[in-house]
Each structure stands twice: as C-alpha cells, then as structure tokens.
C-alpha cells in the first residue's frame, strides 16, 4: 500500500504541475511524465484488473493520456515555436531558466547580430506563424501574445544588440533583489523563513572557531540522538527527494517503485492464505 501511495503521489504530481519560468511549461511536463508512467505499467504483466491495482491505474492513466492528447500536441507545438523565438533573439543559453527535460538554448551564430538583423528575423518568423484558432489554441494564444508585444515594445527591446554589455533582460537583477528579500525575512524574523529549513543544519559552521571546535560541538550530541534526528530529516526528506527524482527520470523513479511493489505481490503471493487473513 506504501508504495502504490507512492505512485498515486506521482500521478497526482503530473497533474498538478506548475511552473514560472518562460521555457518550462508545468502542463506539458506533466504530461510526459504521465507518459512515462503509463509508458512502465503498461509494459507489466497483464493480470485481473478487479484485483490488480496497478493494471487500473494504468487503464486510467492511458484514458487520461488520450483525452489530453490533442491539448498536449498544440502545448508542444507552442513551445516548439517559443523556443525558436528566443533563438531568433539569441537569448543567452542560461541554465538556471530551462527545463531539464528541454535541449537548451543554443547561440544561433557566433557574429552578434544587430538590431536590424533582430527585428527582420524576428517579424519574418512571426510570418510564418500562422496557427489555426479553431484547431490550435495554445498556439493561437501564444501567437496573438507575442504579436502584441513586439507591436507594442518591440522597439524598445533591441537595445541590448547595439550596446555592449546590456543585458537582454533583468533576470539577475530580479534574483539579486529575491536573494536580499530571503536574507532579511531570516534575519528579521518576518513572513517566510524557508531558507532556514534547508540550509539550518549548516549553521554550526558559522558559531564554529576551527574544525577541532566544530568536532567538539558535534560530539556533545549523544550518538542515539543524533541518530534518531538524522532518521526523522531522512523521512522528512524523502517525499522531496522521490519528486525530484521523478521531475529528472520519470521512468527510472516509476520503475523502482514497480519493481518493488512486484516483489511485495511475488511474496504475497507465496504466502499461506491463513497467514495473509491473521495479518
């Protein structure tokens, strides 16, 4: 039962995705790693579906796949052209603003481009992209966005290709001022402290003169102590850990899960119906 939660964590994290930043899509993500875990059920033995639970969730998971196909192929499609956007712009490759799951951005020639050579690819591209309203609304949606603003601030946006050193945009000033904002949150007190739920355990390191000090602070904690802390960060670590892992390999993190869950039915299985009724 713990590790078909485990699963419906991840299905539900599919569903759910969310994101901010310009090249990652929370819904299309989603949708490949759904795509993923149907893709593991799938390949599992056929049993009774009134009695297998994973072969139901993958009767559910192929119907929720085929009832968002067409919505995922116009999301993937958008951001096919978004990404053939900001190469047309020459956005400087940044990895911190892409997915993982994405190529990333690529410098589309090694000549800086001018302003003039900017716009003409720009409008020439934006020509081209041409999306039906009817078939492809994620497209047209992302169409008419874009048009509107390179009508409206276009001109003003291409600055950064005559005058060295100008940024394209303000993303390290923005991450700057969000750095400043966390620090005082922590110091003062006030609002979110999240930073000190990650990074607490390392401040020790700061009330700490030299490594024989910071030893000897260590080794006042009883070792069963320490112990039992450690076990209590590991499980409060661990839902954390399983969605990263599945957010960076949905196929090996679903796997794991199956697998496991396998060899629990295989053992099941192989005991005395008695002794599964007493327990």
């Not at 994290?13 to 795509?35: A, H, I, M």
């Not at 690529?106 to 009817?134: G, S, Y």
């Not at 030299?210 to 030893?215: G, I, P, T, V």
């Not at 320490?226 to 590991?234: D, M, P, V």
């Amino acid at each position: 039962m713990a590790v078909e939660a485990q699963i419906r964590a991840a299905i539900r994290d599919c569903v759910n995705r969310t994101s901010r930043k310009p090249f990652q899509w929370g819904g299309l993500s989603g949708y490949q790693q759904l795509e993923a875990i149907g893709q593991i059920l799938r390949s599992l033995p056929c049993r009774e579906l009134d009695t297998d639970y994973l072969s139901l969730l993958s009767v559910w998971i192929d119907q929720a796949l085929s009832n968002n196909l067409s919505v995922a192929l116009d999301l993937a499609e958008a951001h096919k052209w978004l990404r053939r956007i900001a190469e047309c712009l020459c956005y400087p490759n940044n990895s911190n603003s892409t997915s993982d799951n994405v190529t990333d951005i690529t410098q589309t020639a090694k000549i800086p481009k001018t302003r003039f050579q900017v716009r003409r690819d720009m409008e020439e591209l934006l020509q081209q992209f041409v999306p039906d309203p009817r078939q492809n609304s994620a497209q047209f949606a992302l169409k008419k966005k874009l048009q509107r603003l390179w009508d409206k601030y276009g001109a003003n946006l291409l600055h950064c290709y005559d005058i060295p050193g100008l940024p394209p945009d303000n993303l390290k000033m923005e991450a700057m001022f969000s750095h400043l904002r966390r620090h005082q949150r922590r110091i003062s007190g006030r609002k979110s402290t999240t930073p000190l739920r990650y990074f607490g355990q390392y401040q020790v390191l700061f009330v700490a003169e030299s490594e024989k000090h910071l030893l000897e602070q260590i080794q006042e904690v009883p070792i069963a102590e320490y112990k039992t802390q450690r076990l209590r960060l590991a499980m409060a670590e661990a839902p954390r850990q399983r969605k990263h892992r599945l957010h960076h390999d949905p196929i090996s993190a679903i796997q794991v899960l199956v697998n496991q869950h396998t060899e629990l039915l295989s053992v099941l299985d192989s005991q005395p119906l008695k002794y599964q009724l007493d327990s």
